[in-house]
């Protein structure tokens, strides 16, 4: 589950970058830089970065080397710059003490234990879905999703079932960022579109990803949410067209919204207002 290619990450990471320069300076021009570089599925070049980044040259060229300094970033031997040992300790460290993963991991276990099949958490965060944790399938050929990495609400079975809960004027926010992006033939190509599925996933309880967002792959998802959580999230099991049938995954959506609908009251006991 990535953006398939450098175009995509331009476009996707031009807003982001003006969004985060917005009254915030220069760190978040650092931040933006930072984002351009651990976002890309390769390593860049300083050339690439200006071309998204929006800064002039010399400003771009004193920040990078900042970041570099610090350990944020590391430049390879080819000049291309990758995240740095300092970024990916705290990355590290974030993840391994992140509370709701932590609560999460014997979920996503039991899911994982019924299916076979590989598991994602992930949590919603504007139009992305940011995945949080995995379970890998036991089968020989495994999802290529990494954690952290982002994926657009609108094609995804967790970014639907995580919008299936929100408030009608939240939900028309969030579409109103969208730019739809046809990933395969199976993608939603518009706000009208989408908000019929999102329909049905509420009736339904849990969403599918029917090739949308990658071709071959499928998967289904249910919401994890509550009043006190202060965020919205899914958890779903993913797997090869050739080996997971629209017809198993029904089989699996009940398991699904149950473990899902435990994680969310487990959540919010652990991490309420309340604790």
Not at 11 to 21: F, N
Not at 57 to 64: A, D, E, M
Request: hydrophobic fraction near 40%; proline fraction near 5%; charge should be neutral.
């Amino acid at each position: 589950m990535r953006y398939g290619n450098v175009k995509l990450d331009v476009a996707v990471t031009k807003g982001k970058t003006q969004e985060m320069e917005t009254g915030t300076g220069t760190l978040g021009k650092a931040l933006a830089l930072l984002e351009i570089v651990v976002s890309s599925d390769r390593p860049l070049r300083f050339t690439d970065i200006l071309a998204v980044a929006g800064q002039p040259r010399g400003t771009l060229h004193r920040q990078l080397s900042h970041l570099v300094e610090e350990g944020l970033l590391s430049i390879r031997g080819d000049l291309t710059y990758e995240p740095g040992l300092r970024l990916l300790k705290f990355a590290s460290r974030a993840w391994s003490g992140n509370q709701f993963r932590v609560i999460a991991e014997p979920h996503l276990r039991e899911l994982h234990e019924e299916t076979g099949e590989t598991v994602h958490l992930g949590i919603l965060r504007g139009s992305e879905v940011i995945y949080l944790d995995k379970v890998e399938s036991r089968q020989t050929v495994r999802m290529q999703s990494q954690i952290g990495n982002a994926s657009p609400v609108y094609c995804t079975g967790l970014g639907k079932a995580a919008l299936s809960v929100l408030p009608p004027q939240v939900v028309d926010e969030v579409i109103a960022q969208l730019t739809f992006r046809a990933f395969t033939p199976h993608t939603h190509r518009n706000a009208v579109s989408l908000k019929h599925d999102l329909d049905g996933i509420r009736r339904l309880g849990y969403a599918f990803d029917r090739e949308e967002h990658e071709a071959e792959i499928r998967c289904v998802a249910a919401p994890i949410h509550g009043p006190s959580l202060g965020f919205t999230g899914g958890l779903s099991v993913t797997g090869p067209a050739y080996r997971v049938s629209m017809a198993q995954l029904e089989s699996w959506a009940p398991s699904v919204r149950r473990i899902a609908a435990d994680l969310s009251e487990e959540a919010a006991l652990r991490l309420g207002p309340s604790r």
